[in-house]
């Protein structure tokens, strides 16, 4: 029981002795009846024996601990404001809000401080979100595998792949084992394709489509082989790299984003080139290539919430001096004069809202999207052509090339430029 005293040495009480009316209890023994509660105080300096025989003493002689003569002072303070009609005092504290950021219950702010991420991490050390969007070519495929091998040892850190038509491929391969292993192994799938492995066109295919009215010339079943015998997994969402496989609805046209479910089908679906492959039954809707709705789906990153976008073109034939004489290959590479036109369109609309880098494409390039007779080479040259430009800076270059990506050679121009490649792009601020 504490002594009169030693309370009103603790509390500094007034001559008037701040009694409360109709005998209620004064400061004196509010301060009396809640001074055992701070009996223990946190021990800062001492030991906790030492701290425990120096609080003993000083309640054996009388004597208020710094915890009761605080609370003491509290109590008498907020007395005579309320006699005196004053508001009361906010005593400091270490969890007051702070320039409105919500407290956590337990003392912890819950928004980030300014100037920091959602993790906490300084804004100037936050990693941009980055993706990696391939575009659809044919056989010129081969020339982002060759890319690809060279930024596998660039030591770039990609968020999603973001694919279309044989980009779709590309990147799924690339998603399901990103080392320069895993691309080496996909160059060597490129360097063993023939035509015949992945267009099976003939004669008789021809014959049985008119015959039993089919949609398609031939069935998609050689390259349904291929995904299943080399890709490690069965389902995009199993993939090492978030991806995303883009597709084109039949019937309304738009592009179909396949983020989830079997990557055999979807594959199927975003190669299924119209007239040439069936269409692919997924969730109901009927698809075919990607490419028809979205080449380069570069929309499709920025609302997947991209800050920086890593484009990787196949490129057209620019140097090619006659049409292609195939009916398939001539649509394909018409096509893709079409489809090189709005991703220089699509960078220019899509500049403000995440920085875009395109990593050249070989020109001049004579080779149809049907022939799959030089992928080796393909590959060698732009994987070539990507380390020199990573060496001269090209991931700090933003923005459209310096020439358009669909553009054709004159012959008279054609002599001695086979070691030139495509430049563009500024360099970012």
């Not at 060597?188 to 035509?195: A, N």
């Not at 875009?356 to 393909?378: E, H, K, N, R």
């Not at 012959?411 to 792009?425: D, E, V, W």
């Amino acid at each position: 029981m504490i002594t009169p005293r030693s309370a009103q040495a603790a509390a500094g009480a007034d001559a008037d002795g701040d009694a409360g009316p109709d005998g209620a209890p004064d400061t004196l023994q509010i301060i009396g009846a809640v001074l055992p509660a701070c009996r223990r105080e946190p021990a800062h300096r001492r030991s906790p024996a030492q701290h425990d025989a120096a609080t003993e003493r000083q309640w054996r002689m009388g004597a208020p601990t710094p915890a009761a003569t605080r609370l003491a002072k509290a109590l008498w303070l907020a007395r005579r404001r309320a006699k005196a009609n004053l508001p009361p005092v906010r005593l400091p504290s270490k969890n007051r809000e702070r320039a409105g950021r919500p407290l956590h219950p337990m003392g912890k702010t819950d928004a980030p401080p300014s100037g920091a991420d959602e993790h906490g991490k300084p804004k100037a050390m936050a990693r941009a979100k980055t993706a990696l969007v391939l575009s659809g070519g044919g056989s010129l495929g081969a020339v982002q595998v060759g890319m690809l091998l060279a930024l596998s040892t660039a030591q770039l850190s990609i968020d999603m792949v973001v694919g279309a038509s044989v980009g779709a491929l590309n990147g799924a391969f690339f998603a399901d084992d990103p080392t320069p292993a895993g691309v080496e192994r996909l160059a060597g799938l490129w360097r063993s394709l023939r035509r015949k492995d992945v267009f099976p066109l003939s004669l008789l295919a021809g014959l049985k489509a008119l015959v039993f009215r089919r949609d398609h010339l031939v069935e998609s079943r050689a390259l349904h082989r291929i995904v299943q015998r080399v890709l490690h997994m069965q389902r995009i969402e199993q993939a090492r790299i978030p991806l995303h496989v883009m597709a084109t609805d039949v019937l309304s046209g738009a592009d179909v984003q396949l983020s989830s479910g079997d990557i055999a089908a979807a594959l199927m679906a975003s190669t299924a080139i119209p007239v040439v492959f069936p269409s692919v039954e997924i969730d109901g809707n009927h698809l075919v290539d990607g490419a028809v709705a979205n080449n380069t789906p570069i929309a499709n990153a920025v609302a997947l919430g991209a800050e920086r976008i890593l484009v990787l073109p196949t490129g057209t034939s620019c140097a090619m001096q006659d049409p292609p004489r195939n009916m398939a290959a001539l649509a394909l590479h018409v096509l893709g004069l079409q489809h090189m036109r709005r991703l220089d369109r699509d960078v220019e609309r899509f500049s403000a809202q995440a920085s875009i880098t395109i990593v050249p494409p070989l020109c001049p390039l004579g080779v149809s999207v049907f022939d799959f007779s030089q992928t080796a080479s393909l590959i060698s040259r732009a994987a070539k052509q990507t380390h020199a430009w990573l060496a001269d800076g090209g991931l700090s270059r933003v923005g459209s090339l310096h020439v358009p990506l669909a553009h054709r050679h004159p012959p008279r121009a054609m002599a001695g430029s086979h070691a030139q490649f495509i430049t563009g792009g500024h360099h970012a601020a």
